[in-house]
């Protein structure tokens, strides 16, 4: 056997990370490990033009990189986020193939500075809800139905946001037998009902639906396309909803709206604010929204506090 067949190509080598090191970082969650992939794969690929096997892999095969991805005037969220999956990888490869451990060194996580939140004003979240409920077609009936679907999927998919704190992959995510919805009662006053999030790392929680949200989902399940697909939101073509295409609708309603610097995390920033400001218990928020670390949450105390001088001033005497 010669030696270059005894050699492991790097490619080979993030094939081996893809089957067993991804697979026991158990906390990752699915778009994470494809964000190591995507990210690694796009190294690997301007790496090759210099190198192929892991036993060629320098300092330089990361400080080089890093310096062209600076060049090329990325943000630096980007090259932070780019920048842990190689130390990812490169700690797979110390432990498996032996590299260099001095490699690390090379591969710089840049400090990102903390953003305040930025939640949503009720003026505002009131506004994307009225033009996410928006029907605009003007076609045939059938095409008007359809519209009909994706507006009342849209102000449900809004409002489990608002009203839970989940993330976005947990609410593409979702299934309909995560829902507990309560039976509907047409003389009856509005039940909350509860549904089950899958948390990073696999763990379930089950989180109550107040009646807000349980309403607005009863309303798009009446509608909701016939399909053998469980996923609770559907895309057009009867497939489940993609995190991107919730962002794509999410920034088409904001602009609508007149907010066209918000994003769907912003639903998330005022559903803690929001229950913050009215006195729900920190450890009560902590649940629906997963923050590992109350230190998360803690960050929102200025945004609290800023809200309540604006009510003082508002509602002065």
């Known amino acids: 056997m010669s030696e270059t067949e005894t050699r ?5 080598a993030l094939e081996d990370f893809a089957t067993h090191g991804l697979a026991n970082r158990a ?8 964000s190591y992939l995507l990210d690694l794969r796009q190294w690997i690929a301007w790496v090759a033009e210099r190198i192929t096997y892991v036993d060629e892999i320098t300092v330089e095969s990361f400080t080089r990189y890093q310096l062209q991805m600076e060049t090329r005037g990325l943000m630096l969220s980007t090259r932070h986020r780019k920048a842990a999956s190689l130390r990812v990888f490169a700690h797979f490869l110390i432990r498996h193939y032996h590299l260099d451990p001095e490699v690390l060194d090379a591969i710089v996580l840049h400090e990102i500075p903390e953003k305040d939140p930025q939640p949503l004003k009720e003026s505002q979240y009131k506004a994307i809800l009225y033009e996410a409920g928006q029907v605009r077609s003007q076609g045939a009936p059938e095409a008007r139905a359809r519209a009909r679907s994706m507006a009342l999927r849209n ?5 489990v946001f608002l009203q839970t704190g989940i993330r976005l992959s947990e609410l593409t995510a979702l299934t309909l037998d995560d829902l507990d919805l309560p039976p509907e009662r047409k003389s009856a006053k509005a039940e909350g009902g509860s549904l089950r999030v899958t948390r990073k790392g696999g763990d379930e929680k089950q989180l109550a639906l107040n009646s807000k949200a349980v309403e607005a989902i009863r309303a798009y399940l009446k509608v909701r396309p016939q399909s053998q697909i469980s996923n609770v939101f559907l895309a057009r073509t009867g497939e489940p909803l993609k995190n991107r295409a919730v962002q794509k609708m ?7 709206a007149d907010v066209p610097w918000s994003h769907v995390h912003n639903l998330r920033a005022t559903h803690v604010t929001y229950h913050l400001a009215h006195g729900t218990n920190i450890i009560e928020v902590q649940k629906n929204t997963g923050h590992r670390n109350l230190k998360t949450l803690q960050k929102y105390a200025g945004v609290v506090d800023q809200y309540y001088r604006e009510a003082m001033e508002k509602n002065a005497l």
Do not use: H, Y
């Open 250 to 256: 999410f920034k088409t309603v904001a602009r609508r």
């Open 27 to 34: 906390r990752a969650s699915e778009n994470t490990r494809t």
């Open 155 to 159: 102000v449900a998919i809004l409002q």
């Open 8 to 12: 492991t190509t790097i490619a080979t």
